[in-house]
């Protein structure tokens, strides 16, 4: 079979390797799409902090059910499914609390362990995600980045005691919500946040991802190089403001603009990856009683919420597909990627 394998930075080279066989417990997927996320363009870059060379990439994709292992039940040969692509060890403290999702030995298929960037792929039971047959390819394959918006989402409202009584977190329902970015994660945590009845603005300086949001439904944005902040907070939510702001681009300037206008008491969810230290102001989250809640990836729970938000037309996903690559152009998609920069929302991988 084919296999993509990034032997260093901005190198891939396409290998001919043994099929590989379902063990027990395991399912055997025969990819059909691959969509190609920032965090693998680090790695094409050699930016990416936690990857070596060689590595077989790809983390987001859909597939079909080609062969299962012994003593697999109820997960048909022959249907459309995706998987989480994490490694834990169910050993340390946040495995035995059940937060696996930031496990202490934490791996990665795509980065720290070998991805899908090949024709056939085997994953464990657990790990199999159903798709709807109804569910196309690409949509499949969005639903890892998905499920990335609705965990960020999912964390306004996890702090509740077991009385029920919340602390520091709230339903998100008619909530004013910023979104700093519009790039395929800060659409799709908009329209998550949107989902759940909250009233959105999105921030970003690229007017064709703003366009993209617009296409999306999400009508109320704002670019900051035409717009001062200020001046779109009380366009859109007037004297009140807003009381939550997800962080989904990784710079300083955003993460200040969040914490210097966001509502006393309000909730900063941090989902942009920072390549540098930020400098923001503390004395603000000190005096003003703000919250700093950080997100990372998902839960399997997260997986199946995302698939049920996707199949009911909640997340609108089609403007967000820029490009398709055969699998033999695999180094051409992240070329393109480079760029066109934000002038690209997700560009997929066909096998």
Known sequence: MKQA??????KI??????EPKPGKGEVLLRIKRIG?????????????????????????????????????????????????????????????????????NLKVEGFQAPGVAQELFVTTTKKI??????????????????????HAVNRIAILQGKDGRQFGGWPIENKNVVVFGGGPIGNLV????????????????SDFRLEVAKQCGLENVTNPKRESFKKAI???????????????????????????????????IVMGVFAEHPRVNLGFVQDRELKLIGTLMY?????????????????VTRPLYSKHYPFTDYEEAYRYI??????????????
């Open 5 to 10: 394998v990034m032997i260093k930075p901005g």
């Open 13 to 18: 080279e396409i290998r001919d390797v043994p």
């Open 36 to 104: 190609v996320c920032g965090s693998d363009i680090h790695v094409w870059h050699g930016k990416h902090p936690y990857t070596s060379y060689p590595v077989v990439q790809g983390h987001e994709f859909s597939g079909i059910v080609e062969e299962v292992g012994e003593g697999v039940e109820n997960i048909r040969v022959g249907s459309k499914a995706t998987a989480v692509p994490q490694i834990v060890c169910g050993k340390c403290g946040p495995c035995l609390r059940g937060d696996y999702h930031i496990c202490d």
């Open 129 to 150: 995600v159903p798709l709807p047959d109804s569910f196309s390819f690409e949509d499949g394959a969005l639903v890892e980045p998905a499920s990335c918006a609705v």
């Open 190 to 205: 908009a329209q998550v946040a949107r989902a759940k009845g909250a009233n959105v603005l999105i921030s970003e300086i």
């Open 234 to 268: 009380m366009r859109v939510f007037g004297d009140k403001g807003f009381e939550i702001g997800f962080e989904c681009v990784g710079i300083e300037q955003t993460m200040q603009d969040a914490i210097e206008n966001i509502q006393k008491g309000g909730t900063i």
């Open 299 to 315: 839960k399997y729970e997260d997986y199946l919420e995302a698939v049920d938000l996707i199949n009911s037309d909640k997340i």
């Open 338 to 351: 480079d760029k066109q920069r934000d002038k690209v929302m997700k560009v997929f991988i066909d096998l």
